[in-house]
């Protein structure tokens, strides 16, 4: 079983609707939760880190996090076009530890 | 925001050439930089932990001595890969993160695309 799972994909959403990206992760002890965009060819950047249980929103996007569950997720709502890329989960359990990366999620908005 | 530098962002040389690849954090002090390899529609994958003033820590199956780690300040950490062949050919990318705020996430530098002919 891999430490951070996510389904490769890909998905496919039209313009406009939400789109859903979920992770799930096997060590308990995490405290840090991360969401990454990747575009084809170029590296990640930060989109949302979360912490405690519940929902943390910034713009369009909203983390969920469950801990009880060790599930993390990413809404993105209005989905546009430009919001095609791999969306990367990385989970982490101390401060001190590095980030364990999921293989990514391929998100293809269409028009 | 957390700013990485990664330099340079492309390099195309013949085999057999050893390539430095830096990577500065920009606004922070960062005592562990990693670096990962990525092969095209593939995943990230972590070469190495850099840690500042001591040895680096490999991933298993990373070869030490090809690929050279140093870590000599506290902004600053450099991946030599030694004697480049076309198997090394990848998109090398470095990370790094605040240690001196709580629960900072990684930044990334842009990556460093290699080729080797």
């Known amino acids: 079983q891999k430490e951070v799972e996510q389904n490769s994909g890909p998905l496919s959403v039209p313009e406009g609707a939400i789109a859903s990206l979920n992770c799930t992760y096997s060590d308990r002890g995490s405290q840090s939760f991360f969401w990454y965009r990747q575009y084809s060819g170029k590296s990640p950047e930060l989109i949302m880190s979360?912490?405690?249980?519940g929902d943390k929103e910034d713009g369009r996007f909203t983390a969920q996090l469950n801990k009880a569950s060790q599930y993390v997720s990413l809404l993105i709502r209005d989905s546009q076009p430009s919001d095609s890329a791999t969306y990367l989960c990385a989970v982490r359990k101390t401060n001190a530890g590095k980030s364990t990366f999921g293989d990514g999620t391929t998100l293809t908005v269409k028009p | 925001g957390a700013v990485v530098s990664q330099h340079p962002s492309w390099v195309i040389c013949k085999s057999g050439t050893s390539v430095k690849i830096e990577c500065r954090s920009l606004d922070f002090q960062a005592t562990t930089m990693f670096w990962y390899r990525q092969f095209p529609k593939q995943s990230l994958m972590l070469m190495a932990t850099s840690n500042e003033g001591s040895k680096a820590t490999y991933e298993q199956g990373v070869e030490k001595d090809k690929f050279l780690i140093n870590h000599a300040s506290l902004t600053l950490s450099t991946l030599t890969v030694t004697s480049a062949h076309p198997e090394d050919s990848s998109f090398y990318i470095c990370s790094a993160r605040d240690n001196g705020r709580v629960g900072q996430p990684q930044h990334f530098g842009d990556g460093t695309r290699l080729s080797i002919l």
């Open positions: 979360i912490y405690s249980n």
